[in-house]
């Protein structure tokens, strides 16, 4: 269920290109065939680097990715049917300097997930002020190819478990290209294209995420 646009407050898509991969297991992904993308989903902020991904590939593949980064100290992994879970534990965040002083300048909140495509692309949401949010592209221009793929009004989720990460992206990118507009403007394989899998599996994210968000915005019967 969505609630009021909280106001001033915008929600901005940015789409990156670096010259060179932010982080070790950014270039492993860049490196291996097997994938073609790992999501960031959450981190610690604590100076230890612990974070959650998840890869577009088997639990093989991405044991093999991880083994190549050193600076992954532990990892624990958990396969489905859409990728591969890993909890991985790192002594230090290894980020380039230059990318760690933009985000912990800027006065906006990044919310998950952020997306590291196999072409040395980077796709993520950030969320604050008109003013804050160009402060941090004009910073990230100064560090590498970057544009604004949307900006809109922020809506907060009533319950944040009402979709997972992918259903949501799912959803977003339905709407991107037109999905939902009447007449239809975009189909299943525009979305299916535009978060990196197959048109099955995005007409499941999509009936699974419609599913969920229609049950939670009808009144309960007891």
């Known amino acids: 269920m969505w609630l009021t646009v909280i106001p001033n407050v915008k929600r901005v898509t940015f789409h990156a290109e670096y010259a060179k991969p932010t982080h070790p297991i950014q270039a492993a992904v860049n490196d291996a065939a097997a994938t073609t993308r790992t999501d ?3 981190w610690s902020p604590t100076p230890d680097g612990t974070a959650l ?41 290894e980020l380039r300097p230059a990318v760690l002083d933009a985000v912990s300048d800027a006065t906006v909140a990044f919310p998950p997930p952020i997306i590291f495509h196999g072409d040395g692309t980077v796709r993520f949401d950030a969320v604050g002020s008109s003013t804050a949010l160009n402060g941090l592209h ?16 922020y809506r907060p989720w009533s319950s944040p478990t009402v979709l997972t990460n992918r259903q949501r ?8 290209v037109g999905y939902y507009e009447i007449p239809r403007e975009g189909a ?3 979305v299916a ?8 599996t995005a007409g499941e994210l999509l009936r699974k995420a419609e599913q969920s968000v229609l049950t939670a915005a009808m009144p309960s019967n007891d």
């Open 53 to 93: 991904l998840w890869f577009d590939a088997d639990l093989a593949a991405a044991a093999e990715i991880l083994d190549s980064v050193d600076v992954v100290t532990d990892m624990s992994l958990h396969e489905d049917t859409a990728g591969t879970y890993a909890l991985v534990e790192q002594p230090r965040l």
């Open 40 to 42: 960031l989903l959450y």
């Open 169 to 176: 992206e799912a959803l977003a990118a339905a709407i991107a």
């Open 193 to 200: 294209d535009a978060i990196n899998c197959s048109q099955s």
């Open 188 to 190: 299943v394989a525009d």
């Open 138 to 153: 004009d910073q990230l221009q100064e560090l590498t190819s970057v544009h604004i793929e949307t900006v809109r009004g």
